[in-house]
C-alpha cells in the first residue's frame, strides 16, 4: 500500500473532497485525523475509514492545534491535506458583506497560517520531512466571473504554496497544491450562483474539455500521489486536475 505506516491530517473531511481523500488514505495504509465543523460528518467519516475525529473551526488555532495534537497520539504526523474551504455566492462583488468576505478569507487563507503554526513544530522534531497539500482551485489559475473574493483566497493560497515550497525545501518538507475544477459538491450552487438544473450545469461544462465536473476520486487520487515517497521530488507544483480547463 502506497502510505502505509504514515499519519494524515485532512481538514474539511466530513464530505465531497475531503472524504474522498481520507477514504483513499485509509485504502493506502495510511491513519487519518479526520477534520470538520460538523461533529457528526467528522465521526462518520472517521468511523467508516478507521480513523480518528477532530472537531474545529480551521479559522481558529486553538482547534488547528488539536487537529494535530490527535495526529500526535496516533504517533506522528507525515502528510497534511488543507482541504477546508468555503465561498460566497457567486454575482457581483459589491453583494458580499464584510463578514462573508472575511469568513472567506479566514477558512481559505488564514487557516493556513494557523495549520503551519501547528504542524511544522511537529515535522521538524521529527526530522523526517513531509507531506503539505493545499486544495486550491482553478479560480487561482484561470479565475471565471463573480467569485472576485474567492478566486482571490485561492491565487493566495497559489503563491503560498510556491513560497512556502522554497523555504522549507532544505528540511525535505514538500509543499503542493491540487487546483480542482468545480465539483458537485455542497458549495456547488454558491458558486454557480444559480439553482442546480441540467440546464445551468450545462453551462459550466462547456468550459471543460473532458465535459464533467471533478469528482472526489480525481482529487484523491491526486492526493496519494503527492503524498507517496514516490512523488519525493515534487514540491512547488499547482497541479491542475481540471479535465483541461486551464490548458
Not at 41 to 61: C, Y
Not at 117 to 123: R, Y
Not at 211 to 222: C, E, F, K, Q
Amino acid at each position: 500500500m502506497r502510505l502505509q505506516g504514515k499519519i494524515a491530517v485532512v481538514t474539511g473531511a466530513g464530505g465531497g473532497f475531503g472524504e474522498g481523500i481520507a477514504q483513499r488514505f485509509a485504502q493506502e495504509g495510511a491513519k487519518v485525523v479526520v477534520t470538520d465543523i460538523n461533529a457528526a460528518a467528522a465521526e462518520r467519516v472517521a468511523r467508516a475509514v478507521g480513523g480518528v475525529a477532530a472537531v474545529g473551526d480551521v479559522s481558529k488555532g486553538e482547534d488547528v492545534r488539536a487537529m494535530v495534537a490527535a495526529a500526535e497520539a496516533l504517533g506522528g504526523l507525515d502528510i497534511v491535506v488543507n482541504n477546508a474551504g468555503t465561498t460566497h455566492k457567486n454575482g457581483k462583488m459589491l453583494d458580499v458583506d464584510e463578514a462573508t468576505f472575511d469568513r472567506v478569507y479566514a477558512v481559505n487563507v488564514k487557516s493556513i497560517y494557523w495549520m503551519m503554526h501547528a504542524a511544522l513544530p511537529v515535522f521538524r522534531r521529527q526530522g523526517r520531512g513531509g507531506s503539505i497539500i493545499h486544495i486550491s482551485s482553478t479560480a487561482g489559475i484561470r479565475p471565471r466571473p463573480g467569485l472576485v473574493w474567492y478566486n482571490g483566497t485561492k491565487g493566495a493560497l497559489n503563491t503560498m504554496t510556491q513560497c512556502m515550497a522554497l523555504e522549507l525545501a532544505p528540511e525535505n518538507i514538500r509543499v503542493n497544491a491540487i487546483c480542482p475544477v468545480m465539483g458537485a459538491t455542497g458549495l456547488l450552487e454558491q458558486f454557480m450562483g444559480l439553482p442546480d438544473t441540467p440546464e445551468n450545469r450545462a453551462k459550466f461544462l462547456a468550459s471543460i474539455p473532458l465535459g464533467r465536473m471533478s469528482r472526489p476520486s480525481d482529487i484523491a487520487n491526486a492526493c496519494v500521489w503527492l503524498a507517496e515517497d514516490a512523488s519525493s521530488f515534487i514540491t512547488g507544483v499547482l497541479l491542475p486536475v481540471d479535465g483541461g480547463r486551464t490548458a
